[in-house]
């Protein structure tokens, strides 16, 4: 038999739940739709593929539709987050640093563990193997294809890394281009129209390049697909972390906390579709917080005032 003190204490416990249902229920009613806002780090077909299935599965662990918006350039994803039309993005470094100085208040809640055990990369600067550059300062005088001004491998880290050896990128190169995301930077060099590129890379066996001639979009002059060897490295900067996932911080927390537990769990609960984001070659996203970006927004900061002075 229910004492009267069992009763209300069911009782309780049932208005309890009936509030945290209410309470679910208000935050549905202010977000029936959420958008996933991500960097076109590659072309937009590709990119596609990749996020997709991530945004259908923070779907199903939030219990709202997340469209996916594949950002013309880095810092449309930037000003997607401040208007407060993307609840959720995938920045590179350097654009989250450039969101916050910038003032949007988003929060980082989640970044990728590479197989090697790290959670970061590195940037590069490639020639192609058959040309005589062997060292940086045999560009002098050459062309240079960046990625994105808010890119960190193809922008942000090479230009303060050689701005460190005395090297000014604008005067030293007899010409700077933006092609837009990592792959076009690759295919200018690739094609002859560029005579370097600054990329992203993990390791020789992980990185945008290989990445692209497993698709095999990289061709030589005669057709025939382009191979590692064909590729070589000139100049690494120092290990840089990798880009978070963030949330924007006016959401409700319960909110912020569902999307950033389904980020965390993607690898454990759809493994399939998250080696999709990194062909596989990435062990899980794991929590990340926002002091661990403050050198990339020190390096930000300092590139800005180089472009001042300049």
Request: proline share 5%; hydrophobic share 40%; net charge neutral.
């Amino acid at each position: 038999m229910l004492s009267r003190r069992t009763l209300l204490g069911l009782a309780a416990a049932a208005m309890s739940f009936a509030a945290s249902a209410a309470h679910a229920e208000d935050w549905k009613a202010q977000y029936p739709e959420l958008t996933l806002a991500v960097i076109p780090a590659e072309n937009a077909s590709t990119t596609n593929d990749r996020y997709q299935p991530l945004a259908d599965y923070i779907a199903k662990q939030v219990g709202v539709p997340v469209k996916l918006n594949i950002a013309n350039d880095y810092a449309a994803v930037i000003e997607a987050q401040r208007a407060g039309f993307a609840q959720i993005a995938w920045y590179g470094p350097a654009s989250y640093a450039r969101a916050i100085i910038t003032g949007v208040a988003t929060e980082p809640v989640a970044v990728p563990r590479h197989n090697n055990g790290l959670t970061g990369y590195y940037s590069v600067i490639y020639v192609k193997a058959d040309s005589p550059y062997k060292t940086i300062e045999d560009l002098k005088g050459k062309k240079l294809a960046l990625v994105d001004p808010n890119s960190t491998s193809g922008n942000n880290a090479p230009r303060f890394g050689l701005h460190s050896q005395g090297i000014d990128v604008d005067k030293f190169f007899s010409s700077v281009v933006f092609a837009g995301s990592h792959d076009n930077a690759v295919l200018a060099l690739a094609q002859g129209t560029a005579d370097a590129a600054a990329n992203s890379w993990n390791s020789e066996d992980d990185s945008n390049l290989t990445r692209m001639l497993s698709r095999g979009i990289l061709k030589k002059d005669d057709g025939t697909p382009m191979t590692k060897a064909d590729f070589r490295i000139i100049y690494k900067t120092p290990f840089l972390p990798e880009g978070p996932y963030t949330v924007l911080a006016s959401l409700p927390d319960e909110l912020k906390k569902k999307i950033a537990t389904a980020l965390i769990d993607y690898a454990k609960n759809d493994k399939a579709n998250f080696d999709k984001l990194s062909d596989g070659k990435d062990l899980e996203l794991t929590a990340i917080s926002a002091k661990e970006y403050q050198p990339i927004v020190d390096m930000v900061k300092f590139n800005d005032t180089l472009r001042k002075t300049q």
